[in-house]
Antibody, heavy 118, light 113 residues
Framework: QVQLQESGPGLVKPSETLSLTCSLS????????WSWVRQPPGKGLEWIAF???????NCSPSLRSRVTISVDTSKNQFSLRLSSVTAADTAVYYC????????????WGQGTLVTVSS | DIVMTQSPDSLALSLGERATINCKSS????????????LAWYQQKPGQPPKLLIY???TRESGVPDRFTGSGSGTDFTLTISSLQADDVAVYYC?????????FGQGTKVEIK
């Protein structure tokens, strides 16, 4: 069974960098699109960025200056870095399969809550 | 970015009633050469990740009950739950994947009256 699992610190200080990793099990990360999506407490879903193992990436225009997304096919993982975080970045962060044009999100991780606070 | 707007924000219905959720995109998500609408619907229950229900506007994901139906084309779409069950209590989101910057509607909360 193909599964995604997010991992990373649950608490990040303001102005620091949020770092998360998504691990894929039961499948291969190659030749597909992988995304990060976040959801502030009590609010809706916001797509952050996607990556393909070819290196193709795209980020939400509103977050582009702060986002780095990368993939490690040898570990079957992809990662997110979000710099200069503020309280507005507090959210549940999901990794998911899909996100590029013509790619709906058909597989999701359980999500991990990241709180930005000193 | 394409803006997705759902209506209503919430609805409360009795068990067995029909639920209708609307989604409007700020520009067409219909790709004419293939006649495909790049529109998906998700269901999210409390404490859980979103679950894909419908893609290509009307194709049900494997395992999704047939009481869930997606319809519409261009800029106007509808998710219908033909006979509301207790297990359908959730927030429903539409999402466009026509562009390389996917966007979601704000969500519609469905409750039992």
């Amino acid at each position: 069974q193909v599964q995604l699992q997010e991992s990373g610190p649950g608490l990040v200080k303001p102005s620091e960098t949020l770092s998360l990793t998504c691990s894929l099990s039961g499948g291969f990360i190659s030749d597909d699109y992988w995304s990060w999506v976040r959801q502030p407490p009590g609010k809706g879903l916001e797509w952050i960025a996607f990556i393909h193992d070819s290196g193709t990436t795209n980020c939400s225009p509103s977050l582009r200056s702060r986002v780095t997304i990368s993939v490690d096919t040898s570990k079957n993982q992809f990662s997110l870095r979000l710099s200069s975080v503020t309280a507005a970045d507090t959210a549940v962060y999901y990794c998911a399969r899909g996100g590029a044009s013509s790619k709906y999100f058909d597989l999701w991780g359980q999500g991990t809550l990241v709180t930005v606070s000193s | 970015d394409i803006v997705m707007t759902q209506s209503p924000d919430s609805l409360a219905l009795s068990l067995g009633e029909r639920a209708t959720i609307n989604c409007k995109s700020s520009q067409s998500v219909l790709y004419s050469p293939s006649n495909n609408n790049y529109l998906a619907w998700y269901q999210q229950k409390p404490g859980q990740p979103p679950k894909l229900l419908i893609y290509w506007a009307s194709t049900r994901e494997s395992g999704v009950p047939d009481r869930f139906t997606g319809s519409g084309s261009g800029t106007d779409f509808t998710l219908t739950i033909s006979s509301l069950q207790a297990d359908d209590v959730a927030v429903y989101y539409c999402q466009q994947y026509y562009t390389t910057s996917p966007t979601f509607g704000q969500g519609t909360k469905v409750e039992i009256k």
